[in-house]
């Protein structure tokens, strides 16, 4: 069996969403060892359709399954003492982190990544989020098409004359989870040459909004 060029990283999932989950997807395709971590009811891309023989069920979500692939799992509740015990030992034997909760909400439970980098200097956290970890925006929610929206590509799409039109699909997550293992990529290439992690700080909105760049 071939090895892929991450082999040997590891690597941490506690993202719900696509473009977080895409980007631990593509980490785990070039061969990092993912571990998914979901909270005790499982993570929300579980309860989302389409869903296989139509049969609702989180054991059933194509998006799920399709963007899980290659990984391990199991369950881990953050807001007990003992769960966030738990993750700051894992945080230890690990390379990668990739987190898509809101800015700020990891730190809230001494999870964030100036507390696990007093653990391990050498791991890279990567976090994804609508409008990235700081700024005017920074707490603000933001689905699919706001990030969309925001990100000025939906003005040069649709009828001339009309009001704007988004294209189909979860591009703007898509894109925010490719960036995402891309800049993750960079961080490992410079964590070999230093030995030092980072914070790679992924605005969604931001990813898109580059493509309009000429």
Request: contains cysteine.
């Amino acid at each position: 069996m071939l090895e892929g060029v991450l082999s040997g990283v590891k690597v941490l999932d506690l993202s719900e969403d696509i473009a977080g989950s895409f980007c631990a997807r593509l980490l785990a395709d070039y061969g990092a060892d993912v571990l998914k971590l979901e909270p005790p009811g499982g993570a929300a891309l579980r309860r989302m359709g389409p869903f296989y023989h139509d049969e609702p069920h989180p054991e059933k979500s194509l998006f799920f399954l399709l963007l899980n692939l290659n990984k391990k799992g199991a369950t881990l509740n953050l807001e007990t003492s003992a769960g966030q015990a738990i993750l700051k030992r894992l945080a230890q034997h690990v390379d990668v982190i990739v987190e898509t909760y809101s800015p700020d909400y990891l730190a809230s439970l001494t999870l964030g990544y100036d507390d696990l980098r007093q653990l391990n200097p050498s791991l890279i956290m990567t976090s994804i989020t609508p409008f990235g970890q700081s700024g005017p925006y920074a707490d603000y929610k933001g689905e699919e098409i706001v990030e969309y929206a925001m990100s000025m590509i939906m003005s040069i799409s649709g009828l001339q004359g009309r009001e704007p039109l988004k294209h189909g699909g979860f591009q703007a997550q898509y894109e925010g989870g490719l960036f995402a293992a891309g800049a993750t990529a960079m961080a490992l290439f410079a964590q070999q040459s230093s030995g030092q992690g980072e914070h790679v700080d992924v605005s969604i909105t931001e990813c898109v909004a580059s493509t309009m760049m000429a």
